[in-house]
């Protein structure tokens, strides 16, 4: 069974742009989590989509939004691009929600802002 | 403010030796999960641990749940540089408006020398 998968792998950016992050999920998962990963501040919750519903968000701006598709499939989107921003987006799918809770991750997307 | 705390941050040992890993929290947690992550890629799950005072073995990694719910270890006997990477412990809370998030320490990064 394949994995999650993430596209692009790597992105560069400049301050003010936007950007448009993919995740695929483990066929048959249909919860779909993004995360932020700064050597600081370690990995932080964005937000999580469950049957196309955002079901959780963490304390990030309004910057930074997400959909998920009927297919499971997830995007997330950065909208004015700020230095700070420059992380490790990871995405995670898991198949229950409840009691486990397990999560798969993806390799990641690494965007850098310039 | 992270709802887990991970001690020690950095560990650096020589091949054979044991080590410990902590994660701690104030808050009760319904499942504990413990993932390693190595450069550039995604935490890869190790482990979910789900009753109070559980204990499971996975070769040469022990992992204990508290029994209160609230704190886990993991224990590496005779290390080996292949066990490097950046262990996280993550935590699923059992309360309805938090279903689909991990709370996740910021990780201890272990470096195993031949």
């Known amino acids: 069974k394949a994995g999650v998968t993430q596209t692009p792998r790597y992105l560069i950016k400049t301050r003010g742009q936007q950007v448009t992050l993919s995740c695929s999920p483990i066929?048959?998962?249909?919860?779909v989590s993004w995360y932020q990963q700064t050597p600081g501040q370690g990995l932080q919750f964005l937000f999580e989509y469950f049957s196309e519903t955002q079901r959780n968000k963490g304390n990030f701006p309004g910057r930074f939004s997400g959909r998920q598709f009927s297919n499971s499939r997830s995007e997330m989107n950065v909208s004015t691009l700020e230095l700070g921003d420059s992380a490790l987006y990871l995405c995670?799918?898991?198949?229950?929600?409840?009691?486990?809770?397990?999560?798969?991750f993806g390799p990641g997307t690494r965007l850098t802002v310039l | 403010t992270q709802l887990l705390e991970q001690s020690p941050q950095f560990l650096s040992i020589q091949e054979g030796e044991n080590l410990t890993v902590y994660c701690n929290s104030s808050?009760?947690?319904?499942?504990l999960q413990w993932y390693r992550q190595e450069p550039g890629e995604g935490p890869v799950l190790l482990v979910t641990v789900v009753t109070g005072g559980e204990v499971k073995k996975l070769k040469r990694l022990t992992f204990q749940f508290g029994d209160a719910r609230k704190d886990s270890s993991l224990h590496i006997t005779a290390a080996q540089p292949g066990d490097t990477g950046l262990y996280l412990c993550a935590g699923a809370a059992d309360r309805g408006s938090t279903l689909g998030r991990l709370y996740f320490g910021r990780g201890t990064q272990l470096t195993v020398w031949p």
């Open positions: 066929s048959g998962h249909r919860s």
């Open positions: 808050s009760v947690f319904s499942s």
């Open positions: 995670a799918s898991s198949l229950v929600s409840r009691p486990f809770n397990e999560q798969f």
